[in-house]
């Protein structure tokens, strides 16, 4: 008997007897538990009220909630035992592993743009180390920071250092059926000097790398924000986006809480015949189990749609 068999079969037992079920709260705070129509992606800590500190719990409430899909950034960096324990409970819940990081190292340097020879032989070690992790969960995508532009070099000599050093990457993960997304990152709020910012400048870079193991990562977050446009952008470069991401503007929020009609993004995405996942890489608008419950019911509301 699966969970929510047990969870229902449970409750209505209890009911019958006059006795108060101990059940999974999605049933006792009357959350609608049917799958998505796409793939969203919680992250760790998203539901931490409602599941509590263990992240393997986490994934579980999640997948109760008809959630098909899970992303975490920090994945490399946790211990071995605990990545096992993750690429378990998703195979065992019927989830997909989203991404995770691929470059630590990266994230705050300007040397790939820069075209140093030691950080592109590092940044190629990294991408050797995260394919026994992706293959680990059962991972088939890896976020890729390209860090920061180098000031002192025209900005179309960083471009070609950044083709190379991913052509270099690329050659490591085909092998292996794994995609690295590069993620454009805005730079008027978050990430003042980062080197790549627009998702056009990144289909043109996953043009010149000419790899199926190199894409881009759509975050819609950072993308309102620097060029707007999100249906259009998504229809110029879909032949080149690997992955989706998710927040409101402002704020980096679940969608309903800003400018955003993700509704109708969703509805646009899905009727493109899009099969992959959609992390939601935002934070809670509101606190404690109620927020938790009010995220739920925001996704429920956008995903609404013919």
């Not at 992250?43 to 098909?68: L, N, T, V």
């Not at 960096?77 to 324990?85: A, D, G, I, P, Y």
């Not at 819940?93 to 590092?122: C, P, Q, S, Y």
């Amino acid at each position: 008997m699966d969970r929510r068999t047990f969870v229902k079969t449970g409750l209505a037992t209890s009911a019958a007897l006059g006795l108060p079920f101990a059940g999974h709260s999605t049933i006792t705070r009357n959350i609608d538990t049917k799958a998505f129509k796409l793939k969203y992606a919680p992250h760790i800590g998203m539901f931490k009220h409602s599941a509590g500190e263990d992240p393997i719990d986490q994934i579980k409430f999640m997948a109760d909630q008809g959630f098909s899909a899970f992303e975490d950034n920090s994945l490399s960096t946790r211990e071995v035992s605990l990545q096992e324990k993750i690429s378990k409970t998703l195979a065992d819940r019927k989830m997909e592993m989203g991404v995770f990081v691929g470059n630590w190292m990266i994230r705050r340097g300007d040397d790939l743009a820069k075209g140093d020879t030691e950080v592109r032989k590092a940044f190629v070690e990294e991408i050797k180390s995260s394919v026994d992790v992706a293959k680990r969960v059962n991972a088939t995508w890896m976020t890729i920071v390209l860090g920061n532009r180098h000031h002192r070099l025209e900005p179309d000599y960083q471009t070609a250092n950044i083709v190379e050093t991913l052509k270099q990457a690329s050659s490591i993960l085909e092998p292996h059926g794994l995609v690295m997304v590069i993620e454009p990152l805005n730079h008027l709020h978050n990430h003042p000097d980062v080197f790549l910012s627009k998702v056009p400048h990144g289909y043109l870079i996953c043009k010149a790398v000419n790899s199926p193991a190199c894409k881009i990562l759509f975050d819609m977050y950072h993308q309102q924000i620097t060029e707007g446009n999100i249906i259009q952008n998504i229809d110029y470069a879909y032949e080149e986006t690997g992955y989706f991401q998710i927040g409101d503007v402002p704020g980096r929020k679940e969608p309903t809480t800003g400018e955003m009609n993700y509704r109708n993004i969703f509805k646009h995405i899905h009727s493109k015949g899009y099969v992959g996942i959609l992390g939601m890489e935002h934070g809670n608008f509101h606190p404690n189990k109620e927020g938790e419950d009010r995220l739920i019911k925001a996704y429920r509301e956008v995903d609404d749609f013919e």
